[in-house]
């Protein structure tokens, strides 16, 4: 079951992250490289490619670890080339390129998965499992940090869109996931600084997600709460839990070999998009 995949970026996240867990196996072996700053992809002991052609030729599946914008350009075009893509959150910069890129994955008939890594934590799955004996009627959820005051993942896409467009997709897919399909939102505050999201979900729950990545000093987890008639349920980051990345590199390599699609596929990186368009449309507004 052991797939080959390429890898796209250079960045402290492809370094940390990607490249790391990509040569780990035993469910994937990382072939090569390709990066804008190919100087930059040395350091990660496997060849680095000039061109991107050439990384689409040695591999079968895409690794992203790019800024959203250019996961959206390039992954086109690997989609394009037949290539599974392994995607980061958030699908693309905005709607419009989200958009292109899952029609491209569609009509190429790819296989494509989402880096969100909560939900590939068992630790997520027991509690998702739990709430549905609940029968939950609302949630919370909070992300806070101070990630955007310095630190080796800052960057300007980051710096400019705020946490909405950053940590905005992990809470919203963990409540998704927990309470229903989010069929409305509502928004209020700064994406440089505290978002407020009111999300409405199908069945009529209700849920409310604060997002910030500018508050000093120490915070506590990220947290996702469900409340229901039977009870309430609580999950934060700090139980994801060493196993996240190997269970979706297994699953990645499954739905490439095997075919039938993932829940987290780009459709639903395109829908989760759809929800932060919205929510930052109206910030803007404000």
């Not at 990509?22 to 992809?41: M, N, Q």
């Not at 989200?98 to 989402?114: F, K, N, T, W, Y």
């Not at 499992?129 to 980051?158: D, Y």
């Not at 609580?234 to 990345?245: E, I, Q, S």
Request: proline share 6%; glycine share 12%.
């Amino acid at each position: 079951m052991t797939i080959s995949v390429g890898l796209v970026g250079a960045g402290p996240w492809a370094e940390k992250v990607h490249a790391p867990m990509l040569s780990a196996g035993p469910h994937t072996r990382l072939t090569g490289v390709w990066a804008r700053r190919p100087g930059a992809a040395a350091r990660f002991g496997v060849p680095v490619f000039e061109r991107i052609e050439e990384l689409f030729d040695s591999c079968e599946a895409v690794a992203f670890a790019v800024p959203p914008a250019v996961q959206a350009e390039l992954g086109v075009r690997a989609a394009k080339e037949g290539k599974a893509l392994l995607l980061e959150k958030p699908l693309a910069a905005d709607l419009e390129g989200a958009r292109r890129l899952a029609d491209a994955i569609a009509e190429a008939g790819v296989p494509s998965q989402m880096v969100l890594t909560w939900r590939y934590s068992p630790a997520t799955r027991a509690f998702l499992a739990r709430v549905s004996a609940i029968e939950p009627f609302g949630g919370r959820a909070a992300h806070i940090s101070g990630a955007l005051l310095g630190s080796g993942f800052t960057s300007p896409w980051r710096l400019e869109r705020g946490a909405i467009l950053d940590v905005g997709p992990h809470m919203i897919d963990m409540l998704d996931a927990a309470l229903g399909r989010v069929t409305a939102v509502r928004a209020h505050g700064n994406t440089r600084g505290w978002v407020g999201l009111l999300l409405e979900h199908e069945g009529g729950a209700v849920s409310e997600a604060s997002l910030c990545m500018s508050v000093p000093g120490d915070k506590p987890p990220a947290t996702v709460e469900v409340y229901g008639k039977l009870g309430t349920e609580a999950m934060d980051g700090d139980r994801l839990g060493p196993d996240v990345f190997s269970v979706m590199l297994a699953e990645f390599a499954e739905t490439v070999h095997g075919g039938g699609g993932h829940p987290l596929d780009a459709a639903h990186g395109l829908r989760l998009q759809e929800i932060i368009s919205a929510a930052e449309e109206q910030l803007t507004r404000a």
